[in-house]
Nanobody, 125 residues
């Protein structure tokens, strides 16, 4: 499985960006795709996840109501629409995928086997 992330950039506080993660290879019918962020000097943190089985979505509390994760099955791509961005959202964003993951591990980066390269999001004040 290969993941290609894109869409990062520089945006002013209050603005929006949409990140994309295109997947190729052998994702199963039960895959989970997720976004994590890593701010300078900090550990990687869960942002959002999409679970193909049932189409459920999951969010970190810090992004609920501002970020939306979605999937275009025809393009095999997962998106992260980020609205109302603030400087605290500045980080490198990574997409990740797993073919088999248990619910309790969904928020944990070590549970994901496949990772894309990061894309930098910078929010200026």
């Amino acid at each position: 499985v290969q993941l290609q992330a894109s869409g990062g950039g520089l945006v002013q506080a209050g603005g929006s960006l949409r990140l994309s993660c295109a997947a190729s290879g052998g994702l199963s019918s039960n895959f989970v795709m997720a976004w994590f962020l890593q701010a300078p000097g900090k550990e990687r943190q869960f942002v959002a996840a999409f679970k193909r089985s049932g189409g459920r979505t999951y969010y970190a509390d810090s992004v609920k109501g501002r970020f939306t994760i979605s999937r275009d099955s025809a393009k095999n791509t997962v998106y992260l629409q980020m609205n109302s961005l603030n400087p605290e959202d500045t980080a490198v964003y990574y997409c990740a995928a797993s073919n088999t993951i248990i619910q309790s591990s969904l928020y944990n980066d070590v549970a994901y086997a496949y990772w894309g390269q990061g894309t930098l999001v910078t929010v200026s004040s």
